[in-house]
């Protein structure tokens, strides 16, 4: 049994794992079916699928916006909630990225030191350790 780390889930590599999508990549997949790695998925993803869910940009994620504790607990997903040491984080960080939902967890990834899953080259730049 190898060491335990604990991992932040991006939004779009939670909602891949959960639809078992070919897009996660096997890096990705082998991190997340560790059973003694901790995933964490961020308060964050909960508003950034339910907000695009609503807006129709997420229409296959419908049930998982309404269930999405359900879906967690299945997992065995932990849930991150935002801090307010993370809101200033998210709001001091420098740099144009624009997207809240992926401000915030970049400051959550840095405020915790836990790796992030994600496909987002952009989350490096601000030193973020990425698994892919």
Known sequence: MGAMTDIILDTHALLWW???????????????????????I????????????????LPEAGDVARRLPHY??????????VTIEHGIKAGSLPGPHRDPFDRMLIAQSLTTHYPLVTTDPA???????IIW
């Open 72 to 81: 967690l607990r299945h997992a065995r997903f932990l849930e991150l909630s």
């Open 42 to 57: 961020s308060a964050a993803s909960a508003w950034e699928i339910a907000t695009k869910s609503r807006l129709g940009k």
């Open 123 to 129: 989350f490096r730049e601000y030193g973020v350790e």
């Open 18 to 40: 959960l639809f078992d999508d070919e897009r996660l990549s096997l890096t990705a997949r082998d991190a997340i079916a560790k059973p003694y790695n901790r995933i964490w």
